[in-house]
């Protein structure tokens, strides 16, 4: 099962990714969790410094943009 974060404050595009990553996973049939993560110290400690950001499996993997639902499937992967 996969553990999918998403870290931000709880902005538009904070939302925006939430929804994608969500539509990505599902598309994949890939099992999953998605937690929002809002705290900054949270954030900052995994080293993030511009959200949104993606952590998949505790490991971030975009920060600070928002991609398509097709580069969110490879960057979840399978």
Sequence with gaps: MKHLQI????????????????????????EHTLEKVTDM????????????ALAVDGVVKVSGKVPDVETLKSLIGG
């Design 7 to 30: 870290l931000g404050t709880g902005c538009a595009k904070c939302n925006l990714l939430a929804e994608r990553t969500q539509q990505a996973a599902e598309a994949m049939g890939v």
């Design 41 to 52: 110290r949270k954030i900052m400690a995994m080293g993030v410094m511009s959200t949104p």
